[in-house]
Protein backbone atom coordinates (compact mmCIF):
# COMPACT_ATOMS: atom_id res chain seq x y z
CA UNK A 1 0.00 0.00 0.00
CA UNK A 2 2.83 2.44 0.62
CA UNK A 3 4.05 1.75 -2.96
CA UNK A 4 1.03 2.53 -3.93
CA UNK A 5 0.63 5.88 -2.07
CA UNK A 6 4.29 6.91 -3.03
CA UNK A 7 3.81 5.74 -7.15
CA UNK A 8 0.21 7.67 -7.10
CA UNK A 9 1.71 11.35 -5.49
CA UNK A 10 4.66 11.11 -7.54
CA UNK A 11 2.16 11.11 -10.67
CA UNK A 12 0.29 13.52 -9.53
CA UNK A 13 3.37 15.60 -8.47
CA UNK A 14 4.97 15.27 -12.16
CA UNK A 15 1.46 15.86 -13.79
CA UNK A 16 0.63 19.02 -12.08
CA UNK A 17 4.48 19.98 -12.85
CA UNK A 18 3.86 19.98 -16.33
CA UNK A 19 6.73 17.21 -16.74
CA UNK A 20 4.61 14.26 -17.61
CA UNK A 21 1.80 14.40 -20.46
CA UNK A 22 -0.51 11.96 -21.45
CA UNK A 23 1.46 8.75 -22.94
CA UNK A 24 2.90 5.64 -22.44
CA UNK A 25 4.72 6.91 -19.04
CA UNK A 26 1.38 7.64 -17.29
CA UNK A 27 0.00 4.06 -18.35
CA UNK A 28 3.42 2.57 -16.85
CA UNK A 29 2.93 4.38 -13.82
CA UNK A 30 -0.75 3.31 -13.47
CA UNK A 31 0.17 0.21 -13.72
CA UNK A 32 2.34 0.28 -10.91
CA UNK A 33 -0.29 1.95 -8.68
CA UNK A 34 -2.57 -0.82 -9.84
CA UNK A 35 -0.15 -3.74 -8.57
CA UNK A 36 0.71 -2.35 -5.16
CA UNK A 37 -3.43 -1.95 -4.48
CA UNK A 38 -4.19 -5.36 -6.00
CA UNK A 39 -1.06 -7.14 -3.93
CA UNK A 40 -2.30 -5.03 -0.51
CA UNK A 41 -5.78 -6.48 -1.05
CA UNK A 42 -4.32 -10.12 -1.33
CA UNK A 43 -1.84 -9.52 1.19
CA UNK A 44 -5.20 -10.31 3.63
CA UNK A 45 -5.24 -13.65 2.33
CA UNK A 46 -3.13 -16.69 3.83
CA UNK A 47 -3.65 -18.66 1.52
CA UNK A 48 -0.60 -20.04 -0.91
CA UNK A 49 -2.66 -19.53 -4.16
CA UNK A 50 -3.25 -15.55 -2.97
CA UNK A 51 0.19 -15.11 -2.72
CA UNK A 52 0.87 -16.85 -5.99
CA UNK A 53 -1.77 -14.63 -7.80
CA UNK A 54 -0.42 -11.44 -6.08
CA UNK A 55 3.27 -12.05 -7.30
CA UNK A 56 2.01 -12.93 -10.96
CA UNK A 57 -0.24 -9.44 -10.89
CA UNK A 58 3.30 -7.58 -9.70
CA UNK A 59 5.01 -9.55 -12.57
CA UNK A 60 3.01 -8.40 -15.46
CA UNK A 61 2.84 -4.80 -14.11
CA UNK A 62 6.47 -4.43 -13.40
CA UNK A 63 7.17 -5.85 -16.99
CA UNK A 64 4.21 -3.92 -18.48
CA UNK A 65 6.04 -0.55 -16.86
CA UNK A 66 9.04 -1.74 -17.92
CA UNK A 67 7.98 -2.33 -22.07
CA UNK A 68 6.34 1.23 -21.98
CA UNK A 69 9.05 3.13 -20.45
CA UNK A 70 11.78 1.64 -22.92
CA UNK A 71 12.91 -1.91 -20.97
CA UNK A 72 16.12 -2.27 -19.02
CA UNK A 73 17.33 1.10 -20.40
CA UNK A 74 13.86 3.24 -19.29
CA UNK A 75 13.83 4.58 -16.04
CA UNK A 76 11.19 2.22 -14.55
CA UNK A 77 14.00 -0.49 -15.04
CA UNK A 78 14.05 -1.48 -11.25
CA UNK A 79 10.63 -1.97 -11.46
CA UNK A 80 11.84 -5.36 -12.72
CA UNK A 81 12.56 -6.16 -9.23
CA UNK A 82 9.29 -5.66 -7.83
CA UNK A 83 8.12 -9.48 -7.97
CA UNK A 84 10.98 -10.16 -5.80
CA UNK A 85 10.26 -7.61 -3.36
CA UNK A 86 6.33 -8.58 -3.14
CA UNK A 87 7.90 -11.78 -2.20
CA UNK A 88 9.91 -10.57 0.60
CA UNK A 89 6.99 -8.70 1.59
CA UNK A 90 4.81 -11.70 2.27
CA UNK A 91 7.15 -12.99 5.40
CA UNK A 92 6.92 -16.48 3.86
CA UNK A 93 10.29 -18.53 2.54
CA UNK A 94 8.65 -20.70 0.34
CA UNK A 95 7.24 -17.73 -1.84
CA UNK A 96 10.91 -16.14 -2.40
CA UNK A 97 11.78 -18.51 -5.28
CA UNK A 98 8.96 -17.74 -7.21
CA UNK A 99 9.55 -13.76 -6.49
CA UNK A 100 13.20 -14.06 -7.94
CA UNK A 101 12.26 -16.19 -10.49
CA UNK A 102 9.57 -13.53 -11.93
CA UNK A 103 11.71 -10.40 -11.24
CA UNK A 104 14.19 -12.87 -13.59
CA UNK A 105 11.22 -13.00 -16.13
CA UNK A 106 10.30 -9.34 -15.94
CA UNK A 107 13.78 -8.53 -16.35
CA UNK A 108 13.85 -10.71 -19.37
CA UNK A 109 11.26 -8.62 -20.95
CA UNK A 110 12.75 -5.50 -20.29
CA UNK A 111 15.78 -6.62 -22.55
CA UNK A 112 13.87 -7.37 -25.23
CA UNK A 113 12.18 -4.68 -24.96
CA UNK A 114 14.86 -2.18 -25.08
CA UNK A 115 16.12 -3.89 -27.76
CA UNK A 116 13.40 -4.72 -30.02
CA UNK A 117 10.65 -2.02 -28.62
CA UNK A 118 10.05 1.75 -29.91
CA UNK A 119 12.38 4.33 -27.79
CA UNK A 120 10.30 6.96 -26.30
CA UNK A 121 11.21 10.20 -26.06
CA UNK A 122 11.07 11.51 -21.94
CA UNK A 123 11.52 15.04 -20.76
CA UNK A 124 15.24 14.95 -18.77
CA UNK A 125 14.02 15.69 -15.66
CA UNK A 126 10.44 13.41 -15.97
CA UNK A 127 13.28 10.24 -16.33
CA UNK A 128 14.95 11.40 -13.71
CA UNK A 129 12.49 11.55 -11.31
CA UNK A 130 10.87 8.34 -12.62
CA UNK A 131 13.96 6.85 -12.30
CA UNK A 132 14.03 8.05 -9.01
CA UNK A 133 10.52 7.07 -8.24
CA UNK A 134 11.22 3.52 -9.48
CA UNK A 135 14.43 2.98 -7.51
CA UNK A 136 12.89 4.48 -4.49
CA UNK A 137 9.81 2.08 -4.12
CA UNK A 138 11.72 -0.75 -5.04
CA UNK A 139 14.29 0.09 -2.07
CA UNK A 140 10.96 0.72 0.05
CA UNK A 141 10.08 -3.00 -1.13
CA UNK A 142 12.24 -4.84 -0.82
CA UNK A 143 13.41 -2.89 2.71
CA UNK A 144 10.04 -3.83 4.10
CA UNK A 145 10.17 -7.50 3.13
CA UNK A 146 13.87 -7.55 4.52
CA UNK A 147 13.28 -5.92 7.96
CA UNK A 148 10.01 -8.37 7.93
CA UNK A 149 12.09 -11.67 7.47
CA UNK A 150 14.37 -10.45 10.10
CA UNK A 151 11.77 -10.13 12.53
CA UNK A 152 10.38 -13.66 11.29
CA UNK A 153 13.80 -15.01 11.94
CA UNK A 154 14.44 -13.98 15.33
CA UNK A 155 11.05 -14.99 16.54
CA UNK A 156 11.13 -18.10 15.21
CA UNK A 157 15.04 -18.28 16.74
CA UNK A 158 13.71 -17.36 20.05
CA UNK A 159 10.64 -19.67 19.95
CA UNK A 160 13.22 -22.51 18.55
CA UNK A 161 15.84 -21.47 21.69
CA UNK A 162 12.77 -21.92 24.18
CA UNK A 163 11.10 -24.81 22.34
CA UNK A 164 14.92 -26.24 22.78
CA UNK A 165 15.32 -25.32 26.60
CA UNK A 166 11.55 -27.12 27.43
CA UNK A 167 12.91 -30.23 25.37
CA UNK A 168 16.00 -30.19 27.36
CA UNK A 169 14.07 -30.00 30.91
CA UNK A 170 11.83 -32.46 29.71
CA UNK A 171 14.81 -34.87 28.96
CA UNK A 172 16.60 -33.65 32.49
CA UNK A 173 13.26 -33.96 34.61
CA UNK A 174 12.42 -38.06 32.90
CA UNK A 175 13.06 -40.80 35.24
CA UNK A 176 15.61 -42.95 33.02
CA UNK A 177 19.18 -42.10 31.92
CA UNK A 178 19.35 -41.47 28.01
CA UNK A 179 22.85 -41.58 26.22
CA UNK A 180 23.83 -40.93 22.93
CA UNK A 181 26.15 -43.53 22.08
CA UNK A 182 28.56 -44.57 19.32
CA UNK A 183 28.63 -48.03 18.34
CA UNK A 184 31.88 -48.77 20.16
CA UNK A 185 29.78 -47.22 23.29
CA UNK A 186 31.82 -43.59 23.52
CA UNK A 187 28.87 -41.46 25.27
CA UNK A 188 28.16 -38.05 23.15
CA UNK A 189 25.53 -37.35 25.74
CA UNK A 190 23.18 -38.10 28.38
CA UNK A 191 20.21 -36.73 29.67
CA UNK A 192 17.61 -37.21 32.79
CA UNK A 193 18.25 -39.12 36.05
CA UNK A 194 21.30 -41.14 36.78
CA UNK A 195 21.44 -44.65 38.57
CA UNK A 196 23.32 -46.01 41.43
CA UNK A 197 27.24 -46.57 39.44
CA UNK A 198 26.45 -43.52 36.92
CA UNK A 199 26.59 -40.54 39.06
CA UNK A 200 29.53 -38.80 37.58
CA UNK A 201 32.56 -38.76 34.97
CA UNK A 202 29.43 -39.28 31.23
CA UNK A 203 31.13 -36.53 29.39
CA UNK A 204 33.00 -38.61 26.77
CA UNK A 205 33.73 -41.21 28.57
CA UNK A 206 32.58 -45.07 27.25
CA UNK A 207 29.73 -46.66 28.56
CA UNK A 208 31.35 -50.13 29.21
CA UNK A 209 33.61 -48.51 31.82
CA UNK A 210 30.63 -48.04 34.09
CA UNK A 211 29.43 -51.64 33.79
CA UNK A 212 31.19 -54.46 35.30
CA UNK A 213 33.24 -57.10 33.83
CA UNK A 214 31.14 -59.74 33.58
CA UNK A 215 28.68 -57.99 32.11
CA UNK A 216 30.44 -55.92 29.29
CA UNK A 217 29.78 -58.58 26.54
CA UNK A 218 26.33 -58.72 27.20
CA UNK A 219 26.40 -54.87 27.09
CA UNK A 220 28.70 -55.28 24.09
CA UNK A 221 26.76 -57.51 21.87
CA UNK A 222 23.48 -55.39 22.69
CA UNK A 223 25.84 -52.71 21.58
CA UNK A 224 26.11 -54.42 17.65
CA UNK A 225 23.04 -55.86 17.49
CA UNK A 226 21.17 -52.54 18.25
CA UNK A 227 23.21 -51.44 15.14
CA UNK A 228 22.63 -54.57 13.12
CA UNK A 229 18.96 -55.05 13.93
CA UNK A 230 17.48 -52.12 15.06
CA UNK A 231 17.19 -52.33 18.42
CA UNK A 232 18.65 -54.67 21.31
CA UNK A 233 17.98 -55.30 25.67
CA UNK A 234 20.24 -56.48 28.26
CA UNK A 235 20.66 -55.87 31.81
CA UNK A 236 23.79 -55.36 33.90
CA UNK A 237 25.41 -54.40 37.21
CA UNK A 238 26.88 -50.87 37.42
CA UNK A 239 30.50 -51.23 38.22
CA UNK A 240 30.33 -48.40 40.79
CA UNK A 241 27.05 -50.00 42.08
CA UNK A 242 27.78 -54.15 42.72
CA UNK A 243 24.81 -54.68 44.45
CA UNK A 244 22.15 -52.81 41.78
CA UNK A 245 20.89 -53.56 38.65
CA UNK A 246 19.87 -51.92 35.67
CA UNK A 247 18.14 -52.54 32.26
CA UNK A 248 19.59 -50.95 29.18
CA UNK A 249 17.00 -50.40 25.92
CA UNK A 250 19.65 -49.23 22.74
CA UNK A 251 17.67 -48.21 19.62
CA UNK A 252 19.72 -47.68 16.01
CA UNK A 253 19.57 -43.42 15.35
CA UNK A 254 22.02 -43.86 12.22
CA UNK A 255 24.86 -45.92 11.30
CA UNK A 256 26.87 -43.98 13.59
CA UNK A 257 25.19 -42.93 16.22
CA UNK A 258 22.78 -45.31 18.57
CA UNK A 259 20.35 -43.94 22.03
CA UNK A 260 20.47 -45.92 24.94
CA UNK A 261 17.97 -45.70 27.97
CA UNK A 262 19.02 -47.27 31.24
CA UNK A 263 16.65 -47.81 33.88
CA UNK A 264 17.46 -48.51 37.50
CA UNK A 265 15.76 -52.30 37.62
CA UNK A 266 17.33 -52.87 41.22
CA UNK A 267 13.98 -52.95 42.96
CA UNK A 268 12.21 -55.40 40.38
CA UNK A 269 15.53 -57.47 40.52
CA UNK A 270 15.17 -57.77 44.26
CA UNK A 271 11.34 -58.71 43.94
CA UNK A 272 12.13 -61.54 41.12
CA UNK A 273 14.88 -62.53 43.23
CA UNK A 274 12.63 -63.04 46.54
CA UNK A 275 10.15 -64.58 44.41
CA UNK A 276 12.17 -67.16 42.97
CA UNK A 277 13.31 -67.96 46.27
CA UNK A 278 9.94 -68.09 47.56
CA UNK A 279 8.92 -70.09 44.59
CA UNK A 280 12.29 -72.34 44.67
CA UNK A 281 11.36 -73.06 49.07
CA UNK A 282 7.40 -73.38 48.28
CA UNK A 283 8.58 -76.47 46.01
CA UNK A 284 11.11 -77.77 48.24
CA UNK A 285 8.31 -77.96 50.63
CA UNK A 286 5.86 -79.79 48.72
CA UNK A 287 8.41 -82.28 47.30
CA UNK A 288 9.41 -83.25 50.88
CA UNK A 289 5.62 -83.67 52.05
CA UNK A 290 5.27 -85.58 48.58
CA UNK A 291 8.23 -87.82 50.01
CA UNK A 292 7.03 -88.17 53.14
CA UNK A 293 3.24 -89.33 52.04
CA UNK A 294 5.02 -91.35 49.81
CA UNK A 295 7.27 -93.27 51.56
CA UNK A 296 4.14 -93.60 54.68
CA UNK A 297 2.34 -95.82 52.39
CA UNK A 298 3.48 -99.68 54.20
CA UNK A 299 3.38 -97.59 57.03
CA UNK A 300 -0.13 -96.34 57.10
CA UNK A 301 -1.63 -99.21 54.93
CA UNK A 302 -0.41 -101.98 57.37
CA UNK A 303 -2.05 -101.61 60.22
CA UNK A 304 -5.22 -100.46 58.43
CA UNK A 305 -5.05 -103.93 56.83
CA UNK A 306 -4.82 -105.44 59.91
CA UNK A 307 -7.88 -103.26 61.41
CA UNK A 308 -9.76 -104.21 58.37
CA UNK A 309 -9.26 -107.76 58.52
CA UNK A 310 -10.06 -108.50 62.89
CA UNK A 311 -13.09 -106.53 62.27
CA UNK A 312 -14.02 -108.54 59.17
CA UNK A 313 -13.27 -111.82 61.47
CA UNK A 314 -15.45 -110.43 64.19
CA UNK A 315 -18.30 -109.49 62.34
CA UNK A 316 -18.62 -112.73 60.38
CA UNK A 317 -18.12 -114.20 63.92
CA UNK A 318 -15.57 -116.82 62.33
CA UNK A 319 -14.14 -118.09 66.11
CA UNK A 320 -17.85 -118.43 67.60
CA UNK A 321 -20.94 -116.74 68.78
CA UNK A 322 -20.35 -112.41 69.75
CA UNK A 323 -23.48 -110.33 70.80
CA UNK A 324 -25.17 -108.27 68.02
CA UNK A 325 -24.08 -104.85 69.29
CA UNK A 326 -20.58 -105.93 68.94
CA UNK A 327 -20.68 -107.50 65.75
CA UNK A 328 -22.69 -103.51 64.74
CA UNK A 329 -20.02 -102.24 66.15
CA UNK A 330 -17.34 -104.30 64.18
CA UNK A 331 -19.47 -103.77 60.95
CA UNK A 332 -18.81 -99.93 61.32
CA UNK A 333 -15.06 -100.81 61.59
CA UNK A 334 -14.71 -102.13 59.04
CA UNK A 335 -16.67 -100.05 57.00
CA UNK A 336 -15.02 -96.75 58.66
CA UNK A 337 -11.19 -98.75 57.78
CA UNK A 338 -12.12 -99.66 54.18
CA UNK A 339 -13.43 -95.49 53.74
CA UNK A 340 -10.23 -94.29 55.65
CA UNK A 341 -8.21 -97.15 53.16
CA UNK A 342 -9.86 -95.60 50.27
CA UNK A 343 -8.81 -91.82 51.22
CA UNK A 344 -5.31 -92.92 52.19
CA UNK A 345 -4.77 -94.92 48.82
CA UNK A 346 -5.48 -91.73 46.85
CA UNK A 347 -3.50 -89.19 48.98
CA UNK A 348 -1.00 -91.83 48.18
CA UNK A 349 -1.46 -92.01 44.60
CA UNK A 350 -1.71 -87.92 44.32
CA UNK A 351 1.88 -87.61 46.24
CA UNK A 352 3.51 -89.91 44.37
CA UNK A 353 2.30 -87.87 41.19
CA UNK A 354 3.31 -84.70 42.51
CA UNK A 355 6.67 -86.40 43.66
CA UNK A 356 6.85 -87.66 39.88
CA UNK A 357 7.34 -91.12 41.20
CA UNK A 358 4.34 -92.80 40.04
CA UNK A 359 5.06 -95.26 37.14
CA UNK A 360 2.24 -96.65 35.03
CA UNK A 361 1.85 -100.73 34.58
CA UNK A 362 1.10 -99.91 30.68
CA UNK A 363 -0.41 -103.42 29.32
CA UNK A 364 -2.28 -104.20 26.39
CA UNK A 365 -6.25 -104.95 27.50
CA UNK A 366 -9.46 -104.25 26.38
CA UNK A 367 -10.69 -101.14 27.33
CA UNK A 368 -14.25 -102.01 27.78
CA UNK A 369 -13.29 -104.94 30.29
CA UNK A 370 -12.01 -102.26 33.21
CA UNK A 371 -15.19 -100.35 32.70
CA UNK A 372 -17.83 -103.19 32.97
CA UNK A 373 -15.34 -104.36 36.02
CA UNK A 374 -16.26 -100.85 37.73
CA UNK A 375 -19.87 -100.47 36.73
CA UNK A 376 -20.73 -104.03 38.47
CA UNK A 377 -18.67 -102.80 41.50
CA UNK A 378 -20.91 -99.63 41.82
CA UNK A 379 -24.15 -101.19 40.77
CA UNK A 380 -25.13 -102.00 44.49
CA UNK A 381 -24.18 -98.11 45.57
CA UNK A 382 -26.42 -97.19 42.46
CA UNK A 383 -29.50 -99.78 43.66
CA UNK A 384 -29.18 -97.95 47.22
CA UNK A 385 -28.72 -94.12 46.56
CA UNK A 386 -32.09 -94.75 43.91
CA UNK A 387 -30.09 -93.83 40.71
CA UNK A 388 -30.23 -95.68 37.88
CA UNK A 389 -26.59 -96.65 36.59
CA UNK A 390 -26.60 -97.71 33.05
CA UNK A 391 -23.18 -98.48 31.10
CA UNK A 392 -22.92 -97.59 26.56
CA UNK A 393 -20.26 -99.51 25.32
CA UNK A 394 -19.31 -100.77 21.96
CA UNK A 395 -20.06 -104.46 20.25
CA UNK A 396 -15.86 -104.27 19.28
CA UNK A 397 -13.13 -104.77 21.04
CA UNK A 398 -11.75 -101.72 22.50
CA UNK A 399 -7.44 -102.67 22.53
CA UNK A 400 -5.41 -100.18 24.78
CA UNK A 401 -2.12 -99.81 25.56
CA UNK A 402 -2.66 -98.44 29.37
CA UNK A 403 -2.33 -98.73 32.47
CA UNK A 404 -5.21 -100.99 33.86
CA UNK A 405 -5.58 -99.94 37.20
CA UNK A 406 -5.10 -95.91 36.48
CA UNK A 407 -8.27 -96.62 33.79
CA UNK A 408 -10.41 -98.27 36.53
CA UNK A 409 -9.53 -95.32 39.02
CA UNK A 410 -10.74 -92.83 36.51
CA UNK A 411 -13.70 -94.81 35.99
CA UNK A 412 -14.36 -96.00 39.44
CA UNK A 413 -14.13 -91.95 40.24
CA UNK A 414 -15.92 -90.12 37.90
CA UNK A 415 -18.70 -92.96 38.97
CA UNK A 416 -18.47 -92.31 42.41
CA UNK A 417 -18.83 -88.33 42.05
CA UNK A 418 -21.96 -88.75 39.66
CA UNK A 419 -23.62 -90.79 42.25
CA UNK A 420 -22.65 -88.77 45.26
CA UNK A 421 -24.13 -85.47 43.00
CA UNK A 422 -27.37 -86.99 41.94
CA UNK A 423 -30.00 -87.41 44.02
CA UNK A 424 -32.83 -90.64 43.83
CA UNK A 425 -34.82 -90.77 40.70
CA UNK A 426 -31.97 -89.79 38.69
CA UNK A 427 -29.60 -91.23 35.75
CA UNK A 428 -26.00 -92.00 35.56
CA UNK A 429 -24.80 -93.00 32.23
CA UNK A 430 -21.32 -94.15 31.25
CA UNK A 431 -20.07 -94.14 27.51
CA UNK A 432 -16.80 -95.99 25.99
CA UNK A 433 -16.10 -95.12 22.67
CA UNK A 434 -13.22 -95.25 20.16
CA UNK A 435 -12.16 -92.21 18.37
CA UNK A 436 -9.13 -93.02 15.85
CA UNK A 437 -6.68 -93.79 18.21
CA UNK A 438 -8.25 -92.06 20.94
CA UNK A 439 -10.42 -93.79 23.93
CA UNK A 440 -13.00 -91.70 25.42
CA UNK A 441 -14.69 -92.16 28.64
CA UNK A 442 -17.18 -90.22 29.13
CA UNK A 443 -19.80 -89.97 32.03
CA UNK A 444 -22.82 -87.74 32.52
CA UNK A 445 -25.30 -87.51 35.41
CA UNK A 446 -28.85 -85.63 35.66
CA UNK A 447 -27.83 -84.62 39.33
CA UNK A 448 -27.23 -80.99 40.92
CA UNK A 449 -24.78 -79.34 38.67
CA UNK A 450 -21.86 -77.35 39.02
CA UNK A 451 -21.91 -73.79 39.47
CA UNK A 452 -19.28 -71.68 37.66
CA UNK A 453 -17.20 -71.04 40.43
CA UNK A 454 -16.57 -74.38 41.97
CA UNK A 455 -16.01 -75.21 38.00
CA UNK A 456 -13.02 -72.94 38.08
CA UNK A 457 -11.55 -74.92 40.92
CA UNK A 458 -12.34 -78.35 39.99
CA UNK A 459 -9.57 -80.86 39.55
CA UNK A 460 -6.95 -79.29 41.58
CA UNK A 461 -5.83 -81.59 44.72
CA UNK A 462 -8.22 -81.18 47.63
CA UNK A 463 -11.38 -78.95 46.25
CA UNK A 464 -14.42 -80.02 46.17
CA UNK A 465 -17.89 -78.66 45.21
CA UNK A 466 -21.29 -79.37 46.55
CA UNK A 467 -22.96 -78.68 50.52
CA UNK A 468 -21.42 -79.61 53.73
CA UNK A 469 -22.56 -83.29 53.88
CA UNK A 470 -21.61 -83.89 50.00
CA UNK A 471 -18.15 -82.61 50.76
CA UNK A 472 -17.61 -84.79 53.84
CA UNK A 473 -18.19 -87.70 51.69
CA UNK A 474 -14.73 -87.28 50.48
CA UNK A 475 -11.04 -85.67 50.48
CA UNK A 476 -11.25 -83.93 46.88
CA UNK A 477 -9.13 -86.19 44.93
CA UNK A 478 -11.48 -87.68 42.86
CA UNK A 479 -11.35 -85.51 39.49
CA UNK A 480 -7.79 -83.95 40.22
CA UNK A 481 -6.46 -87.85 40.48
CA UNK A 482 -8.51 -88.61 37.23
CA UNK A 483 -7.13 -85.35 35.35
CA UNK A 484 -3.67 -86.54 36.86
CA UNK A 485 -4.30 -90.12 35.42
CA UNK A 486 -5.22 -88.73 32.08
CA UNK A 487 -2.59 -86.57 31.89
CA UNK A 488 -0.07 -89.71 32.42
CA UNK A 489 -1.51 -91.19 28.90
CA UNK A 490 -0.67 -87.82 27.24
CA UNK A 491 -4.97 -86.92 27.40
CA UNK A 492 -6.95 -84.12 29.19
CA UNK A 493 -10.29 -84.22 31.13
CA UNK A 494 -13.05 -82.07 30.43
CA UNK A 495 -15.82 -81.06 32.48
CA UNK A 496 -19.40 -79.36 31.04
CA UNK A 497 -21.95 -78.55 33.87
CA UNK A 498 -24.33 -75.62 35.02
CA UNK A 499 -26.86 -75.65 38.01
CA UNK A 500 -29.71 -77.79 38.09
CA UNK A 501 -28.78 -79.27 34.57
CA UNK A 502 -26.43 -82.09 35.75
CA UNK A 503 -22.52 -82.39 34.91
CA UNK A 504 -20.75 -84.22 31.88
CA UNK A 505 -16.85 -85.29 32.47
CA UNK A 506 -15.21 -86.32 29.15
CA UNK A 507 -11.40 -88.00 29.63
CA UNK A 508 -9.80 -88.55 26.21
CA UNK A 509 -6.59 -90.24 26.16
CA UNK A 510 -4.46 -91.43 23.30
CA UNK A 511 -3.99 -95.35 24.33
CA UNK A 512 -5.98 -97.46 21.57
CA UNK A 513 -4.18 -99.50 19.27
CA UNK A 514 -4.52 -98.36 15.45
CA UNK A 515 -7.08 -100.37 13.67
CA UNK A 516 -4.98 -102.31 11.31
CA UNK A 517 -4.96 -101.26 7.20
CA UNK A 518 -7.44 -103.75 5.18
CA UNK A 519 -5.13 -105.23 2.86
CA UNK A 520 -4.86 -104.27 -1.01
CA UNK A 521 -5.89 -107.46 -3.37
CA UNK A 522 -5.98 -106.63 -6.50
CA UNK A 523 -8.34 -108.40 -8.88
CA UNK A 524 -7.63 -109.98 -12.18
CA UNK A 525 -8.31 -108.39 -15.35
CA UNK A 526 -11.18 -110.35 -17.30
CA UNK A 527 -9.62 -112.38 -19.85
CA UNK A 528 -10.64 -110.54 -22.80
CA UNK A 529 -9.14 -107.57 -21.97
CA UNK A 530 -5.68 -109.15 -21.80
CA UNK A 531 -3.90 -108.50 -25.00
CA UNK A 532 -0.55 -110.50 -26.00
CA UNK A 533 1.41 -108.77 -28.58
CA UNK A 534 3.55 -111.15 -30.78
Known amino acids: MGWSVAVAGATLALTASGRLGQGPELTALTLGAAAGLVGGLLSAFTAGAARTLAILVWTFAAASACQLTGGVLGPLAAWALAPLAAAAAFRKADVLPLGAAASVGAAGLGVLGAVLGPKPVLDADAGAWLSLLSLATVALGLGAGLVSLAGVSRREGRERSDLEHQLIQLLESQPQLLLGVQPGGRILESFGHRPGGFERGLA???????ITPADRT?????????????DAETGFTPLGDLHGRCEITIRRASN?????????????????RD???????????????SRFLAN???ELRTPLNAIMGFSDIMRQRLFGPMPDRYVEYAELIHESGAHLLELINDVLDMSKIEAERFELARDMFDARDAVSAVLRLMRGQADRAGVSLRGVLPPEA????ADRRAIKQIALNLISNALKFTPRGGAVT??????????????TDTGVGISAEDLDR???PFEQAGDASQKAAGAGLGLSLVRAFAKLHGGEMTIESALGEGTTVLVRMPVLQAPPAPAFEPHPAPANDVKVKA
Not at 204 to 210: A, M, V
Not at 218 to 230: C, N
Not at 256 to 272: G, K, P
Not at 278 to 287: D, K, L, P, V, Y
Open 256 to 272: LRLVAAIRDARAQFNRE
Open 204 to 210: DGNLLDF
Open 458 to 460: LGR
Open 430 to 443: VTVQGVGEVLELIV
Open 218 to 230: AVEEALQRALSEG
Open 275 to 289: LEQARASAEQQNAGK
Open 398 to 401: LEAD
Open 296 to 298: MSH
